[in-house]
């Protein structure tokens, strides 16, 4: 008996075993050249392509800088005209010591000036401001709508904050988002105004035609944005998402005087700063540039998946193959499977025969115990809770019993709700061993009757037990059985939910 145990028991470890092989082999398979395909082809791919839209995008920043440059300088370079004579930039409007007549004359000739030079530039204003708000040239209605209780002079004068040439930029004042306006200080109490709308930006703004979704930005010192593509975003803040990504590398909402190329995985973004601290920013989402990556790989993974099944197929095929030696005694372990699956615990035929090798076993002094527990009203489980509820129930008795018991203990299911119970002691007194199996079964139905609390309360379930305890050296499996059973009778007779023991 125990040599026919050792050798289903190697047969089944050698066939589980080889499946085993055969699984990792082709699990392994499939798992390199999907990691082949994906995370080193795919990869390199992406990163390349994300590398190649970064030079695109940073040339691309590079030629709007210096067209925005070229453009700003003009502005720049035409009011320093009024510099080629003192009468321009020395006229001081608010100089009380200067006749009127001659403040008349004055304005005259440094209006006809500014004529001249304001008309070789596309300017919406282009005029003096002194420090009394009075003005000389033309400053727009625009313009001065935005100063209804007057201040413009020192609106304007405090934009003033380049030291070197007394001028400054300035957009967005007082909520105008139409003009950018160039300031030059031209003595203590005068400074020139001068504005372009900034839709003319459109025209030193190229739109590269292989990055078709790049969004182009002008933005000033305070990541107000002064021209996009998209006109609803002028005047707003620069996404934060963006911002978020320029001052996470370093690049100070403030501006530092650097240009930077980010790659990140929301956006690749390439940010120029221009001569006034303006800065010009392109960016593109990463998704967008990826999308023939990730179409690649959509194709990736259905070829990975192909190969996959491929790859089960020529499993299950090697394993039909070479596992034919071994099916009959699969088939045959299967057969005369030595566990209830139910219950965890041997089954009937297991249990008896493993029972019934004990007892030819030559043994002096031998005490036996044969228990017999049965489940009182187990039927109304089925009936009110589900035969579902029943299984688990069954469950719960075989794990119950297996964690009162050792492994001196051979449990078995011998029935439905029938479970069988057998141990020997050896060389000690039989008056012993009944005391112990009463303190045993007394536990038994102590642990039954706390872990069946629902079932007790719905069903009305409990448990009976016969328990026979004999010191007989040549009794058979059959009188244990029938005595115990005779002992499990006279409980239910009782009023069940309790045990008998009998000895013989």
């Not at 501006?255 to 930077?260: E, G, H, K, R």
């Not at 115990?369 to 049965?374: R, T």
């Not at 009757?449 to 629902?454: A, K, L, N, R």
């Amino acid at each position: 008996m125990a040599k026919r145990e050792k050798i289903r028991e190697k047969s089944g470890e050698r066939f589980k075993q080889f499946q085993l092989e055969i699984l990792i082999v082709f699990a392994a398979i499939i798992l390199i050249v999907t990691a082949f395909l994906d995370y080193i082809i795919l990869d390199k791919s992406g990163r390349a392509m994300r590398q190649t839209v970064s030079s695109l995008i940073a040339a691309n920043s590079r030629q709007l800088e210096l067209n925005i440059n070229s453009y700003l300088d003009r502005m720049q370079t035409v009011p320093t005209l009024l510099f080629s004579d003192e009468s321009f930039y020395l006229y001081d409007a608010t100089d009380d010591s200067i006749d009127e007549y001659d403040k008349v004359k004055s304005e005259e000739v440094i209006k006809d000036r500014i004529v001249d030079i304001g008309l070789m530039e596309n300017y919406a204003d282009f005029g003096i401001i002194y420090a009394d708000d009075h003005k000389v040239g033309w400053i727009s209605h625009g313009t001065q709508d935005l100063f209804p209780e007057g201040g413009m002079y020192d609106a304007f004068a405090k934009y003033i904050v380049n030291p070197k040439k007394n001028d400054g930029w300035c957009f967005g004042i007082n909520g105008n988002t139409d003009r950018m306006y160039y300031i030059k200080r031209l003595n203590p109490n005068a400074i020139l105004v001068s504005s372009a709308y900034t839709k003319e930006l459109a025209s030193v703004f190229i739109y590269p035609e292989q990055l078709d979704e790049m969004n182009i930005r002008l933005v000033d010192s305070d990541n107000t944005i002064m021209f996009s593509e998209t006109s609803e975003e002028i005047g707003e803040k620069l996404p934060e998402a963006i911002a978020n990504e320029l001052e996470a590398n370093k690049v100070n909402a403030k501006f530092a005087d650097m240009s930077s190329s980010i790659i990140s995985e929301d956006y690749i973004i390439n940010s120029n700063v221009c001569g006034n601290d303006w800065r010009v920013i392109c960016s593109v989402p990463t998704k967008i540039i990826l999308e023939e990556n990730l179409k690649l790989r959509s194709f990736t993974l259905r070829v990975s998946m192909g190969m996959a099944i491929l790859f089960v197929f020529i499993g299950l095929f090697l394993i039909t193959r070479l596992s034919r030696p071994v099916d009959g005694m699969v088939t045959t372990l299967q057969e005369k499977a030595e566990i209830d699956k139910l219950s965890g615990v041997m089954n009937r035929g297991t249990f008896q025969e493993t029972v019934e090798m004990r007892l030819q076993l030559p043994m002096d002094n031998r005490i036996i115990v044969y228990v017999m527990l049965d489940m009182d009203n187990f039927k109304q489980v089925n009936d009110k809770l589900g035969h579902s509820h029943g299984d688990q129930v069954i469950i719960r008795v075989g794990n119950l019993l297996r964690s009162i018991y050792n492994s001196e203990t051979i449990i078995g299911r011998i029935g439905g709700d029938e479970f069988a119970l057998y141990s020997e002691c050896i060389d000690v007194d039989k008056a012993e061993v009944v005391d112990v199996t009463k303190e045993q079964m007394d536990y038994v139905l102590e642990q039954f009757h706390d872990e069946f609390v629902i079932e007790r309360d719905k069903c009305g379930v409990s448990i009976s037990a016969g328990v026979f305890v004999t010191d007989k050296s040549d009794i058979t499996f059959k009188e244990l059985y029938e005595k115990a059973d005779g002992a499990l009778y006279k409980s239910k007779q009782a009023g069940k939910s309790q045990y008998t023991l009998i000895e013989g």
